[in-house]
């Protein structure tokens, strides 16, 4: 039996599928002029939804325009926006909050949802529903989340100050997780682990099953202590996937907007002014447009950057 | 058979629907779109604009918007040159912005050609709804909604003799409505956490909000009454010590003590919404808010009528004032229906609709319903803010108010909510921070 060169047999399908006349046009086209057929729209989607904003945010961020100014001369402001973004003391006051925010929210959820995974990975009875009960705010929309909190969050009403109450004894009212400089911030990093630790168990533990039994069982053989074996075993072949975990989350948290307005709006003052808050500030209600487009792409290539380090030690990782 | 006469059914009810679908398009023509903040007032301009589809056969639409939300949602709809708006009740900080960028269409022409006079309303209410530039004979739009900020106080308990003898003995005078500043911090203090029908209740109720206006309408009120100036009368621009100045600072620091000592727990961030709430869950003594919401209040089953009283803003060491609330309705001049917009401004300006608005819960700025004799009289709160609006003044309308005001928000915030700085570095920066918007707008 002669069998179709495998180029000739894939036009001929996309030809057959398709309408007499399209299909004729078809039939006559290289395998990879059909594969550019088939990804060209998607390109071009792309193209007009990110490649050609970020040019445009790039272009916008040399110039003075203002989107509440439509009518107003446009004009070339160099690098401006730039230097005045770098030595403004209220962009690096809200990088300090963003840092902070990133920081603990990872330490504290990369701690809880390894915790979890490994304690679901012993396949206790009822693991499974425990997982998904686990798993329930992170399916919550962060607008429900951010709504719900701040009533919990209330000093004269809210669940939490009660709670609180309850454990140590002190006046429910005479603390504002919200309003207090010294609390918001603990107040939005508390949230934030609440919802997106079980996101980072989730990955911990498919970090976990992926490690097979007869490696402990290996290590059973040579008297490991269950210490040991932690050390030795469990956690580095679940470090890539807790990288991971942490990759994402810190990517996420750098841009964090919705749960911090939400919450707090950026206050009280700008205690809590991650700098994606800033960036709205400026942009849509300042109307900066030159100079929000500028601190855009500041922050963009700072993710960017940061993002290609830790993939770098990421992979190292993973040969290791 | 059967299938057939089902198709010709359905192709008649279609052909019947498209019908009714271009006869509703056709009346949908003869409607014009309001666009205004979702309030008390705006249930009032609905009941009014009834008579106007009566008379002129024009369906009225209102689109209405949490305060909140109101400046980003119509200024983005007046940017993006949107047509949801035919007619609009804007700010009275967006006016200097709407006419250098076009979007108000200036009246003028029309004012002149109905023989609608601006000589007809309160000289601030045209100043602050209507002209730009300032104090110039521009008009982009016809003063709606007078308001200003004023107080409102728990009548019922001030009246109560246990409490009046125990403020006599405290303060040696007697508890009554207050005439200074330092008199109304006293009446929060003695109130913040005492015990009143088994309840703990709060001194005052200030605008305190971060993320729009809030804090900047409150303070504002015991600035200007501590000497604040926006700038140098006879220099335009110049800022230094006028906004910094050292009765400035004195009256910042004030309102940050009044902050501290006299709001009830959780008041970071509070605004119109969140005072009314204070007051009437039976919270607070006193609360700062807008006239426009006082119809309510006084109408309110468990805080009004005998409960309630009103006040104007008190004084300070360097003046009486108060800040200018309200707004003009313009007309969008990216509408279709321009002609029945104006037709809409034409009806709202006569004396007649103008005092019916006043009945309503709609503060006229007409002088025919405000020099009335029996104004004063008319509403509990209508001598109060008759007399505020004599005392009015307002924010920078300037087309960069949106960064000035963001600006304020920040520094004061920071200072009085977050405990950052003192009142003086705060002020220091607000001038550093208008300064460069002014520089960068090419006016400094």
Redesign the interface.
């Known amino acids: 039996m002669t069998e179709l060169p495998a180029q000739t047999a894939f036009a001929d399908r996309v030809a057959e599928a398709m309408p007499s006349g399209i299909g004729k046009t078809v039939r006559g086209l290289s395998d990879k002029a059909i594969a550019w057929l088939f990804i060209g729209p998607t390109i071009l989607l792309l193209l007009a939804i990110n490649i050609f904003p970020l040019i445009w945010t790039i272009y916008l961020s040399f110039t ?1 325009y203002r ?6 001369e446009v004009k070339y402001v160099g690098l401006d926006w730039y230097h005045r973004i770098l030595g403004d003391a ?1 962009v690096w006051a809200a990088m300090q909050t963003t840092a902070h925010f990133v920081i603990w929210t990872i330490i504290i959820e990369t701690v809880l949802g390894f915790g979890l995974a490994w304690l679901i990975d012993k396949k206790f009875r009822g693991h499974a529903l425990w997982t998904t009960v686990i798993l329930i705010p992170m399916m919550l929309s962060p607008a429900v989340v951010g709504n719900f909190w701040t009533f919990l969050y ?3 009403s809210g669940l939490f100050n009660y709670a609180i109450s309850f454990v140590t004894g002190i006046d429910p ?2 603390f ?1 997780m ?4 010294r609390l918001s911030p603990w107040a939005i990093v508390i949230v934030d682990a609440w919802m997106w630790t079980p996101y980072v168990m989730l990955i911990c533990l498919a970090g976990l099953r992926s490690i097979p039994d007869y490696i402990y069982e290996a290590a059973e053989v040579d008297r490991a202590s269950p210490w040991r074996q932690f050390w030795s075993i469990t956690l580095p072949m679940a470090l890539p996937f807790i990288m991971l975990a942490v990759l994402f989350r810190g990517i996420e948290n750098f841009k964090m907007f919705d749960m911090v307005n939400l919450l ?8 809590t002014e991650v700098v994606s808050i800033t960036l709205k ?1 400026q942009a ?5 447009t030159g100079y929000s487009s500028a601190l855009a792409i500041i922050l963009f290539v700072t993710v960017f950057g940061l993002a290609n380090i830790y993939v770098k030690a990421l992979n190292r990782v993973k040969q290791r | 058979m059967r299938k057939l006469i089902a198709v010709a059914a359905a192709i008649g009810a279609a052909v019947l629907m498209t019908g009714a679908s271009i006869d509703g398009a056709r009346a949908a023509d003869k409607q014009l779109t309001l666009c205004w903040a979702a309030w008390d007032p705006a249930n009032a301009l609905v009941e009014l604009s009834k008579d106007f589809t009566k008379q002129s056969g024009i369906d009225m639409k209102f689109e209405f918007v949490p305060w909140t939300n109101y400046a ?1 949602r119509f ?2 709809e007046l ?1 993006s ?1 949107g047509k949801l708006c035919d007619l609009i009740i804007g700010d009275s900080q967006w006016i200097g ?1 709407s006419a ?3 979007h108000y269409v200036k009246l003028n022409d029309f004012f002149a050609k109905e023989g609608i006079s601006m000589d007809d309303f309160m000289p601030a209410t045209v100043v602050g709804y209507s002209e730009w530039p300032k104090n110039t004979p521009n008009y982009w739009a016809l003063p709606a909604m007078g308001d200003a900020v004023g107080w409102t106080y728990r009548k019922d308990w001030f009246a109560k003799p246990e409490i009046q003898a125990a403020f006599k003995e405290k303060y040696g005078r007697d508890l009554a409505v207050p005439k200074t500043y330092d008199e109304l911090k006293d009446i929060a203090t003695f109130f913040q956490g005492r015990e009143i029908d088994g309840k703990t209740v709060y001194g005052a109720s200030i605008y305190t909000e ?2 729009s206006e809030g804090i900047t309408m409150g303070v504002s009120n015991v600035l200007y009454d501590y000497g604040f100036e926006y700038q140098n009368p006879k220099k335009p621009y110049e800022m230094e010590g006028f906004v910094n100045s050292p009765g400035a600072i004195a009256g910042l620091e004030f309102y940050k003590e009044l902050y501290k000592c006299c709001t ?6 509070s605004y119109m919404s969140e005072g009314l709430d204070a007051f009437k869950s039976g919270q607070v003594a006193l609360q700062m808010n807008f006239f426009a919401f006082f119809p309510g209040l006084y109408k309110d089953p468990n805080v009004g009528g005998d409960k309630i009283g009103f006040f104007v803003n008190p004084a300070g060491p360097a003046g009486h004032f108060t800040q200018l609330g309200g707004q003009g309705i313009s007309v969008v001049a990216y509408s279709d229906k321009q002609d029945e917009a104006l037709q809409y401004i034409k009806w709202f300006a006569k004396p007649d609709v103008q005092k019916k608005w006043w009945t309503l819960g709609g503060y006229s700025c007409a002088k025919s319903v405000l020099n009335d004799p029996s104004f004063p009289e008319s509403a509990p709160f209508a001598a109060q803010f008759l007399e505020s609006m004599a005392m009015v003044k307002d924010f920078w309308a300037e ?1 960069s108010y ?2 000035l005001l ?1 600006a304020e928000q ?1 520094r004061v ?3 009085v ?4 700085g003192t009142a003086k570095e705060a002020l220091d920066k607000l001038v550093a921070d208008w300064t460069q918007v002014f520089q ?1 707008d090419g006016k400094m």
């Open positions: 003075n989107a509440n100014r439509p009518n107003a209220d209330q000093p004269q009212s005479s504002q919200l309003g207090s400089v707090t709006g950026g206050g009280p003052g700008s205690t500030r849509f209600e300042s109307w900066r | 980003d200024l983005n940017n040159h912005g250098e960028n076009g971060r993320g009830p727990p959780g008041a970071s961030n087309p949106a960064q963001q920040k915030h920071d200072y909510v977050a405990d950052q960068d």
